[in-house]
T-cell receptor, first 116, second 109 residues
Framework: DTEVTQTPKHLVMGMTNKKSLKCEQHMGHRAMYWYKQKAKKPPELMFVYSYEKLSINESVPSRFSPECPNSSLLNLHLHALQPEDSALYLC???????????????FGPGTRLTVT | GQNIDQPTEMTATEGAIVQINCTYQTSGFNGLFWYQQHAGEAPTFLSY????GLEEKGRFSSFLSRSKGYSYLLLKELQMKDSASYLC??????????FGKGTRLHILP
């Protein structure tokens, strides 16, 4: 199983809503990532988890709150988002962090988020 | 600062060879990725170069020159399904990954 799954595929939410994005992998990977990708732009790294601990937070606003309940799951909790947060949110995983040889990242299909 | 440059668009013919260049200026460089991304889909890993030189993987090869801050992705025997965006991304010693803006490759029959 070399798949990263993400749910939901599409999400429309108002600026006062609270929602969560979910990501799951069963490859035994110990590093997991959240990226944000706007249309026709490259992915931008948001968060990195290593062994279920937050390793990197790329100065992401607090309205995005990541959570790693266990080594297979990664959530992104959303609250009070703005219309400019509309984007494709990609989850990825790798065997380990880059400096430990985990360079091959497997991406999930993404959640397309629209904030109205 | 950090800067990653690659051409915005390229066009090539089915069966031909195309080279997509990427130049970078960054501190704390660790390695360089190439990803393929079809429209509406997630990126797919192609290669990761840490050392200077050419790495070949089937129809795709990737080259890195650390001293020149330069990499290229070489695609041979182009197929229509190779029409996609190709993303160059730099990894840093602190595990951060910065993507270039991508090169949209169009393959003509």
């Amino acid at each position: 199983d070399t798949e990263v799954t993400q749910t939901p595929k599409h999400l429309v939410m108002g600026m006062t809503n609270k929602k969560s994005l979910k990501c799951e992998q069963h490859m035994g990977h110990r590093a997991m990532y959240w990226y944000k990708q706007k249309a026709k732009k490259p992915p931008e790294l948001m968060f990195v988890y290593s062994y279920e601990k937050l390793s990197i937070n790329e100065s992401v606003p607090s309205r995005f709150s990541p959570e790693c309940p266990n080594s297979s799951l990664l959530n992104l909790h959303l609250h009070a988002l703005q219309p400019e947060d509309s984007a494709l949110y990609l989850c990825a995983s790798s065997q380990d962090l880059l400096d430990r040889g985990g360079y091959e990242q497997y991406f999930g299909p993404g959640t397309r988020l629209t904030v109205t | 600062g950090q800067n990653i440059d690659q051409p915005t668009e390229m066009t090539a013919t089915e069966g031909a060879i195309v080279q997509i260049n990427c130049t970078y200026q960054t501190s704390g460089f660790n390695g360089l990725f190439w990803y393929q991304q079809h429209a509406g889909e997630a990126p797919t890993f192609l290669s990761y170069n840490v050392l200077d030189g050419l790495e070949e993987k089937g129809r795709f090869s990737s080259f890195l020159s650390r001293s020149k801050g330069y990499s290229y992705l070489l695609l041979k025997e182009l197929q229509m399904k190779d029409s996609a965006s190709y993303l160059c991304a730099v990894s840093h010693r602190d595990d951060k990954i910065i993507f270039g803006k991508g090169t949209r490759l169009h393959i003509l029959p």
